[in-house]
């Protein structure tokens, strides 16, 4: 495996041994050639249960390249959404519980006045 994934692999806090790496028999068009040899890649990275599967190019070593990038920027992509959700978990955490201005309060107050003031009226229904 090359380099760079090694080193991106270990900024997203996973290893090459995470992941299982299988050569296949290509499907689809391509002929004979594409029949005989397993120049197809599949990885599946365990912890995530993450899949890629290349087969763009005839040769196996380049398919690889291909794969193990594409299933680095699918680990980044999966850990910049869980940094971006807690994100805004706390964001809305921080508006819900931040302090309201003195005109909150007031249209507040005044929206509960008239609010048991249209309950007030109903009335009590009649006993017999």
Not at 36 to 52: C, Q
């Amino acid at each position: 495996m090359n380099q760079d994934f090694e080193i991106r692999l270990l900024a997203l806090g996973t290893r090459a041994a995470d992941v299982d790496e299988r050569f296949v028999i290509g499907s689809g068009r391509g002929g004979q050639k594409l029949q005989k040899t397993s120049s197809s890649v599949w990885l599946r990275h365990r912890p995530t249960g993450i899949e890629v599967r290349c087969q763009r190019e005839r040769s196996q070593s380049v398919n690889r390249l291909l794969a193990w990038t594409e299933l680095c920027a699918k680990l980044e992509e999966r850990q910049r959404a869980a940094l971006a959700k807690r994100k805004g978990d706390r964001e809305l955490s921080r508006r819900r519980n931040r302090q309201k201005s003195r005109g909150q309060k007031i249209r507040m107050i005044e929206s509960k006045k008239h609010r048991a003031g249209i309950k007030a009226r109903r009335g009590r229904p009649e006993e017999d």
